[in-house]
């Protein structure tokens, strides 16, 4: 398997720009999540889906921000419009049955400078 | 809640042995470890559950105190490909798949 794909790696855009950030998840795998690193707040999670059905998005900042995961294979992170501080890493995870055997797999992440 | 991770840091030289502590000030269910190098993302070492304990890899490994709701991570000695930023995750007693991480534990192996 090819592992978690994210793309694109790097993105670069101007304040208020729309920005989608993409995901595809381990076949098989039946969890996927979105975390967004950074230096002073480490690791964040954002939304995760079960099924492709969000189930909690309690860690979303602001109604800027939008997730969704049309089917198993693709997920969509979405940020309409950009500001400076939305830059970081943004990493999609995919797990089998909430990762109580096998953990997480990340993708090799988003690095997105908003400028 | 965020777990708390310590030391926040740590040096070792080639040989020399370490120990990650994490705790949490929530009942867990499970407890997760990563490690992610620089420029990398996180990669999974080991998960340990509630009412067990596994162990991932021959000279890491970790325990779990429900009781204390702590965990612990023994890098045992440690080579240079030891070196980078070591994170717990926490998933809540929901069993709801959901982790949490702590802020992270740099570790820097020197020959």
């Known amino acids: 398997d090819a592992g978690v794909i994210q793309s694109p790696r790097h993105e670069v855009t101007e304040m208020g720009q729309e920005v989608t950030l993409r995901c595809k998840p381990i076949?098989?795998?039946?969890?996927l999540f979105w975390y967004r690193q950074t230096m002073m707040r480490g690791l964040e999670l954002l939304i995760y889906f079960n099924n492709n059905v969000p189930i909690d998005d309690s860690g979303m900042p602001e109604d800027r921000f939008s997730a969704k995961m049309p089917n198993a294979s693709f997920s969509t992170l979405k940020i309409q419009p950009s500001e400076p501080r939305d830059s970081a890493v943004y990493f999609c995870a995919s797990s089998l049955a909430g990762g109580q055997k096998y953990g997480y797999t990340f993708g090799s992440g988003t690095r997105l400078t908003v400028v | 809640q965020q777990p708390v991770q310590s030391p926040q840091a740590v040096i070792l030289r080639e040989g020399e042995d370490a120990v990650i502590n994490c705790s949490s000030s929530k009942a867990l269910y499970s407890v997760h470890w990563y490690r992610q190098k620089h420029g990398e993302a996180p990669v999974f070492l080991m998960i340990l559950l509630k009412g067990g304990e596994q162990k991932g890899h021959e000279k890491i490994s970790a325990s779990f105190n429900e009781k204390k709701q702590q965990s612990s991570l023994y890098l045992t000695a440690s080579q240079l490909s030891y070196s980078g930023t070591y994170f717990c995750g926490t998933d809540g007693s929901g069993n709801t798949g959901k982790l949490i991480f702590g802020q992270g534990t740099t570790l820097q192996v020197k020959p």
């Open positions: 076949s098989g795998h039946d969890y």
